[in-house]
């Protein structure tokens, strides 16, 4: 005889064993006793694994006739999520009606929040207004959590809809919103840039003795900074009034500076989130990195990097990259290599992208030998050669009079199944016409041959 854990497996292997049996056709005494009774949070993850609201439904049923077992909220609400995952919403007021008399109670605030969001999903915005005369068929009073799950639904729908529920039927009925309802409301006027109206709500927040918190400025905020250069000074003069700026205060205005190529500001900005304790994050940070590197500042780049990681910021391949790219562009592309070992030496993993920067960057300088071999190095990392890699390489040996070893790079090209593009065939014939000296007649029937090749692709 097999045991129950509270492990999915061995759920699963109990469901395999009893289901042809019992749970569609059970009756109490075909179960025998020695079988020990799946506990609460076993049935609601057995009822949650049903994939359809029919079985879902059986499933609750088979439950109930197991012997010393007792449905609870939990697998009410576990049922419910389910039949609102189907939208069989009329089979979920006939479960909530049979509650009281079920496990003597009635339906709890979760419940109703699920069934909110359920209906939410299936847009059935009458419907969840509606919520509120549901709660009180069973004498219960909504609470703020289900005014707020609702209002949240609305803001995503329509705000007006949404701003004629908070006043008619939260205020209307004496319901005092909390931090949540206002930020729920501040989501929804920003999602339609009704700026405006977002700072009388700041104003109403605090006359309701509601201090707005990070969450609330930082909506306002991004909505600000997504209107311009005007939009964005606006923005600072509202941070200046924030209690508690967070981490992501800084990540909306550094990055709002960096896409207006405001560079001092984000710099500005990016000091004081560092005094302040805070670190950027990674997204964040590269844009900083690749405005610094645009306006050929890659070493200064170079130190942001370098605090980010010393206050323990998050660094990744795309950060990197832009870093690469950037001393490359200044004709450091042995200061580009040496990072590239120091991002391998730190656990983090070059990819194709990594080299094809570095093999544009020695092509650049003339390096075609170090270029060459980056397009080695690729193959015993395990990299995989992409289009870009052979256009970078390609491009770069014919360019400087390799056209033997630009030929033979295409060669590996063609037999790797990938066609050369119009504008690199015809560089590469052009440069060809102008090394009228490499092109003996052995030479090109090999070209003539690697065109048939490609040809036949």
Known sequence: MF????????LSIFLRLTRNHILFHCQSRYISSNIPVPNLEQISHLILEQKSATEALQTFRWASKLPNFAHSQSTYRALVHKLCTFRHFDTVHQVLDEMPSSIGLPPDEDIFVTIVRGLGRARMIRQVIKVPELVLRFNLTPTLKIYNSILNVLVKEDIDIARGFYRRKMMG?????????FAILMKGLCLTNRIADGFKLLQTMKSKGVPPNAVVYNTLLHALCKNGKLGIGRARSLMNEMVDPNSVTFNILITA????????????????SFDLGFVPDVITITKVIKVLCDNDRAMEAVEVLERVEKKGGEIDVVMYNTLIKGLCKLKKAKAAVRLL??????????????YNVLIYGFCELGLLDSALDMFDEMKTVGIAWNLVTYETLIGGLCSRGRMEDGCKIMEIMVEKGNVPGYVLWDYVVQSLARELAWLEKEKLCFVNDLLERILEI
């Open 341 to 354: 070992k120091e991002m391998e030496m730190k656990g983090c993993l070059p990819n194709a992208d990594t």
């Open 3 to 10: 045991r129950l854990s509270n492990s999915s497996k061995n």
């Open 173 to 181: 009925c004496g319901v005092k919103g909390d931090m949540y309802t």
């Open 257 to 272: 500076y960096c896409k207006t190529e405001n560079l001092i500001q984000a710099l500005v900005m990016l000091e004081k």
